[in-house]
């Protein structure tokens, strides 16, 4: 670089009032291009002005002058995209999206550049208006962007509680060891800065068991698993969970029935008792509606069906005994084998409305006049 010659700046002999002067001359100008509250309508203080578009992202320094990311490849990272929800792992997010990321490395610049320029499409929801919520150029490095991701969606209290989760762990009814193993487990990897020690963590899960999974692991240690050290109660842990996993998978689906489902004692009594219980409530229901619903058709009295009316039964009675006479009556009269009251045929001088000393004389002239006819007798037969 060539010096300046001393020739093309001329001496000034008062420098300090010269820049006073420019200074004045500048705010002059700047005041005349500025509109002044008079010139400033009411409606231009409520207009909405736009906002930066800056980002939080500081992107460093890359070797690339120019970069184009794969449109196939923001849409699978957009597939496994966090919300922000309670129930959802934000750790297990950050594994998820640097696996994906893994798949393509872009030429020009870091693996963690890349992270840092990809990790907004892999939000959602609240976690996007919080991305969009942090000032701008804030965020310059992959640890930094984790740090702030981890403080706002995994606060101490959520750590804590999951703490308290780790060491308050119990192996429920019916959980086998490799469920048990299996969960404590998961606890202990949705909080990975749990801060538990790892013999802690055996202890913790020792005490958790029941007494025949307790039983079981001594067994196979032959003798006792706090005998063990650290390394070997591990590896043994895992090796019996697994071996059990696999040997109760074989013999539980030789034994599985389809359609059907084992369940406790205490379950099925549940169960039993609740369908007992409906089923008398739907009988005294219908024996209600049945005696609210019941009326007889012929005297209308709700006490009886029709079927059992008195007045039914009195005149099948006298029915039947009205039959009955008839029929027997019949049988006496026309019987042409009875040698008692009509032998021959003949009509009964007591079953006419004739006089019995007049002699029967036949004739067309007075025959249906001597026709003789049945008389309906009392409902008591009798004995002749």
């Known amino acids: 670089m060539s010096r300046a010659d001393p020739s093309e700046f001329p001496f000034d002999p ?8 420019r200074l004045r001359e500048q705010r002059v100008v700047i005041q005349e291009q500025t509109p002044t509250m008079a010139q400033k309508s009411l409606k231009d203080y409520a207009a909405p002005q736009m906002r930066g578009s800056t980002s939080c992202i500081a992107i460093p320094n890359i070797e690339a002058a120019n970069f184009e990311f794969n449109p196939g490849f923001i849409a699978m990272i957009q597939q496994n995209q966090f919300g922000g929800g309670p129930h959802e792992d934000p750790h297990l997010h950050i594994e998820i999206f640097s696996d994906a990321c893994s798949t393509r490395r872009q030429q020009g610049f870091s693996f963690d550049v890349q992270r840092l320029i990809l990790f907004r499409f ?15 150029n804030c965020i310059d490095s992959w640890e930094k962007l984790v740090k702030i991701f981890m403080n706002k969606f995994y606060p101490p209290s959520k750590t804590a509680h999951m703490r308290n989760l780790i060491s308050s762990f119990q192996q429920m009814d019916g959980e086998t060891l490799f469920e048990a193993w299996d969960r404590f487990q998961g606890m202990l990897r949705k909080c990975p800065h749990h801060g538990l020690e790892r013999w802690l963590i ?8 029941n007494y025949q999974t307790k039983v079981y692991l001594d067994s196979a240690a032959g003798g006792a698993l706090m005998n063990k050290s650290l390394e070997e109660a591990e590896e043994l842990i895992e090796s019996v969970a697994l071996n059990h996993h696999q040997w109760a998978n074989e013999r539980g ?6 359609g059907k489902y084992n369940v406790d004692h205490f379950t099925k009594l549940n169960a039993q008792i609740d369908a007992l219980t409906k089923k008398v409530e739907g009988m005294t229901v219908g024996k209600v509606h049945a005696v609210a619903t019941i009326n007889c058709d012929i005297c209308g009295d709700s006490n009886h069906l029709t079927e059992m009316c008195p007045a039914v039964a009195c005149q099948n009675q006298i029915v039947q005994y009205e039959q009955c006479d008839a029929v027997g009556t019949y049988n006496q ?16 001088p007591n079953f006419s409305y004739r006089n019995n000393n007049n002699a029967y004389q036949g004739g067309p002239s007075n025959q249906s006049a001597q026709q003789p006819k049945l008389v309906k007798k009392c409902l008591i037969p009798s004995a002749y």
């Open 202 to 209: 055996i202890h913790t899960f020792y005490n958790g068991i």
């Open 253 to 258: 689906s030789a034994q599985k029935i389809p």
């Open 333 to 348: 009269r026309n019987n042409p084998y009875s040698n008692t009251y009509n032998p021959g045929w003949k009509n009964h």
């Open 14 to 21: 008062e420098i300090e009032r010269t820049l006073r002067r």
């Open 122 to 136: 892999s939000l959602r929801d609240r976690a996007k208006d919080w991305y969009h919520s942090l000032p701008p």
